[in-house]
């Protein structure tokens, strides 16, 4: 019994460790639903238009996508392909990797798996959190990646925010900071509400991306489930008949 608790808990650490990021920034968690293809759709308008200048996508075709997403081939070619790809090439963008790390210090990375990688409340948190920070290159930084060195691409949705803090005295006399939210300094195209949305669709497509066989596979388990059911039966009742025998 012991055993089973360990084992249980560790199970549930994974779920429990992804509330706050790596600097300890709470993590929201992102209202996805990979069965809502309006958002599914909406996430892939916007991550064409705004990240694909940076960022590829090396492991996904559009045709693909088209499908997975309910869409037609030719919707994809009209509204999402801006370069001379076909509609059978993987979502590859046209910035030479070199450059890219003389502009940025670092490469943007491949967003194929990144939702795996990071989990999409990390994605869905970092892309509400960039705030004011005139010490940073782009003059703005992020509270779930601190320094990192993407601009904030989506402000013209967002807008400009910096962060609000209280401060107060621990035990010690010294003072502490913490955050208690962000006040729009200047604001975007879209309210905040919309602005979540509108990251939760991205979240939503690229969490798609990273696992595009996801809803497929849980429909297929279930018949695979019912069918090793069923066969258990048959094969407990065989066994009972060759053994009928012997004992
Ligand atoms: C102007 C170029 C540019 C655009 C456009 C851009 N990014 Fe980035 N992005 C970068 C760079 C550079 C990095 C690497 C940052 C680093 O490692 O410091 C990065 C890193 C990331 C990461 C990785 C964070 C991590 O934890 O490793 C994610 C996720 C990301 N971008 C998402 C997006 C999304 C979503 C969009 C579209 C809304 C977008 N990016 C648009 C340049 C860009």
Same mark, same amino acid.
């Given at each position: 019994?012991k055993k089973?608790? @360990?084992?249980?808990?560790?199970?549930?650490?994974?779920?429990l460790s *992804?509330a706050?990021?790596?600097?300890?920034?709470p993590?929201?968690?992102? /209202?996805?639903?990979?069965?809502?293809?309006?958002?599914?759709q909406?996430g892939?308008?916007?991550?064409v238009?705004?990240?694909?200048?940076?960022?590829?996508?090396d492991?996904?075709r559009?045709?693909?996508?088209a499908?997975?997403?309910?869409?037609?081939?030719?919707?994809?070619k009209?509204?999402?392909?801006?370069? *001379?790809a076909?509609?059978?090439?993987?979502?590859?963008?046209?910035? /030479?990797?070199?450059?890219?790390?003389r502009?940025?210090? =670092?490469?943007?990375p491949d967003l194929?798996?990144i939702a795996?990688?990071?989990?999409?409340?990390?994605?869905y948190?970092?892309?509400?959190?960039?705030?004011?920070?005139?010490?940073r290159p782009?003059g703005v930084?992020?509270? @779930?990646?601190?320094?990192?060195?993407?601009?904030h691409?989506?402000?013209?949705?967002q807008?400009?925010?910096k962060?609000?803090?209280?401060?107060?005295?621990d035990a010690?006399g010294?003072?502490?900071?913490?955050?208690?939210?962000f006040?729009l300094?200047?604001?975007?195209?879209l309210? /905040? /509400?919309?602005?979540?949305?509108?990251t939760?669709d991205? =979240?939503?497509?690229?969490?798609?991306?990273g696992?595009?066989i996801?809803?497929?596979?849980?429909?297929?388990g279930?018949?695979?489930?019912?069918?090793?059911?069923l066969a258990?039966?048959v094969?407990?009742?065989?066994?009972?008949e060759?053994w009928k025998? =012997?004992?």
């Amino acid at each position: 019994m012991k055993k089973i608790i @360990v084992l249980l808990a560790f199970l549930a650490l994974p779920g429990l460790s *992804s509330a706050t990021s790596a600097e300890g920034y709470p993590l929201a968690k992102a /209202p996805i639903d990979l069965h809502d293809q309006p958002s599914l759709q909406r996430g892939a308008q916007l991550f064409v238009n705004y990240c694909m200048g940076c960022h590829s996508l090396d492991y996904q075709r559009y045709n693909r996508m088209a499908r997975d997403i309910g869409l037609t081939d030719d919707q994809v070619k009209d509204n999402l392909i801006f370069t *001379s790809a076909k509609i059978g090439d993987t979502m590859k963008n046209a910035m /030479p990797k070199a450059d890219a790390k003389r502009w940025f210090g =670092v490469a943007p990375p491949d967003l194929s798996v990144i939702a795996r990688a990071r989990g999409v409340d990390y994605l869905y948190n970092y892309l509400q959190t960039f705030y004011l920070d005139p010490t940073r290159p782009f003059g703005v930084n992020n509270f @779930v990646f601190p320094n990192a060195g993407m601009p904030h691409v989506l402000w013209e949705l967002q807008g400009m925010q910096k962060p609000v803090y209280a401060v107060h005295k621990d035990a010690a006399g010294t003072e502490v900071k913490t955050l208690t939210g962000f006040e729009l300094v200047q604001p975007g195209t879209l309210t /905040p /509400p919309e602005y979540k949305e509108a990251t939760a669709d991205l =979240v939503n497509f690229l969490a798609y991306v990273g696992e595009p066989i996801k809803l497929e596979r849980q429909r297929i388990g279930i018949w695979v489930l019912l069918f090793l059911a069923l066969a258990t039966v048959v094969f407990y009742l065989l066994k009972k008949e060759y053994w009928k025998d =012997v004992h």
